[in-house]
């Protein structure tokens, strides 16, 4: 009976190989899903934290199914010819390969701790020496400013006004409250004139920005509270990062002949 069982395993495999391949967990009308995908597939469930016990083995194993399925029909359709997948599989895979290459130069390129550190001081040193508390007033032209500051100057209640006429959403429904704030995280034109006021003071003329034209008035003044290192830390690293991705990629280009059809 044993010898009988053996002939009768070897003669099942050898009619039907796909079937039983070691490195596939499936297949469907022969063709095999690899066990290289559900692994893939398997461990990026794991490291965002999902058990892969048997039922969500099974869910997975299924899914795959599922989709082969589909993907044959597909097929069948001729759907996989057509010019617009052709193109967007060509600019995924791309993608995909780009990602790779892009996550391989990040590993192999880290941003070391002496950068960052010098990175924070250079922080340091465009946060200011002093933060600010202002309100304002936004609108949309010169004349509209000066009208408000002309009623400022006849007593007005600058966070009335701000609440009815200022826009800045952010800030309007505050009377124009900005809070605390550094130089360095506002508009050039804007921060110049907060710096210049006395407390108290509002400005003498608009001050126009990209945003608009502004009626300031500075609250109080303190001395520069930048947030700790450890605080921007992976900030500083991300943006360290990206400004080598940047180098590398100009890198390329200057080595690169590129054509560009006219």
Do not use: C
């Not at 993907?71 to 997948?85: C, I």
């Not at 391989?104 to 990175?119: E, F, H, L």
């Not at 924070?120 to 949309?140: C, F």
């Not at 360095?184 to 710096?195: E, L, N």
Request: no cysteine; net charge positive.
């Amino acid at each position: 009976m044993k010898f009988t069982q053996t002939l009768i395993t070897v003669a099942i495999l050898s009619l039907a190989p796909s079937a039983f391949a070691a490195d596939a967990v499936a297949t469907v009308n022969g063709k095999q899903i690899k066990q290289s995908v559900y692994d893939y597939i398997a461990k990026d469930a794991t490291s965002r934290g999902q058990k892969i016990d048997a039922p969500v083995k099974d869910a997975i194993i299924n899914k795959l199914v599922d989709s082969e399925i589909i993907y044959q029909e597909a097929q069948k359709l001729g759907l996989d010819k057509q010019p617009d997948y052709v193109a967007r599989e060509e600019l995924q895979r791309r993608e995909l390969l780009s990602s790779a290459f892009l996550q391989d130069y990040v590993k192999k390129n880290p941003i070391s701790d002496a950068d960052t550190k010098a990175a924070y001081e250079q922080y340091k040193k465009a946060y200011g020496e002093k933060e600010y508390n202002a309100r304002h007033i936004l609108v949309k032209t010169e004349a509209e400013a000066k009208d408000i500051i002309a009623q400022l100057g006849k007593g007005g209640d600058f966070a009335k006004i701000a609440k009815e006429k200022s826009q800045d959403p952010g800030s309007k429904e505050k009377g124009g409250d900005l809070g605390w704030f550094s130089p360095a995280t506002m508009v050039k034109p804007f921060s110049d004139a907060a710096a210049a006021l006395q407390k108290g003071a509002v400005t003498a003329a608009p001050i126009q920005t990209q945003f608009g034209w502004h009626v300031i008035k500075l609250a109080d003044t303190r001395a520069a509270q930048p947030l700790a290192y450890d605080k921007v830390k992976d900030g500083l690293q991300k943006n360290l990062q990206q400004r080598n991705l940047e180098k590398m990629m100009a890198d390329l280009r200057s080595k690169t002949k590129i054509d560009i059809a006219k």
